[in-house]
Nanobody, 114 residues
Framework: QVQLVESGGGLVQAGGSLRLSCASS????????MGWYRQAPGRRELVARI??????DYDDSVKGRFTISRDGAGVTVSLQMNTLKSDDTAVYYC?????????WGQGTQVTVSS
């Protein structure tokens, strides 16, 4: 089992910034990867992901605006979100994949007002 706890969501004006953090009960170095997904009405989509080796992927819609990072121990993964747009409004979920199984946080709401 992997427990994930998100923090940092909230309400921000378009053009502003927010930073999300995910605290994991297990280090990313012992898992395949961790990342952030978001869900507006509709399906959940990948925003950014970082592997245990440090490889990073971003959805095209956030490239150049969002940055994913991890701490030295690999137990906290953060998502710095800059130049936020109304389309970024969603519930953001932290994800971890361990031994082929996905684990999810409870989600944190990000609302961008235009």
């Amino acid at each position: 089992q992997v427990q994930l706890v998100e923090s940092g969501g909230g309400l921000v004006q378009a053009g502003g910034s927010l930073r999300l953090s995910c605290a994991s009960s297990k280090s990313i170095f012992s898992m395949e990867h961790m990342g952030w997904y978001r869900q507006a009405p509709g399906r959940r989509e990948l925003v950014a992901r970082i592997t245990s080796r440090g490889s990073i992927d971003y959805d095209d819609s956030v490239k150049g605006r969002f940055t994913i990072s991890r701490d030295g121990a690999g137990v906290t993964v953060s998502l710095q979100m800059n130049t936020l747009k109304s389309d970024d409004t969603a519930v953001y979920y932290c994800n971890a994949r361990n031994r082929g199984r996905d684990f999810w946080g409870q989600g944190t709401q990000v609302t961008v007002s235009s």
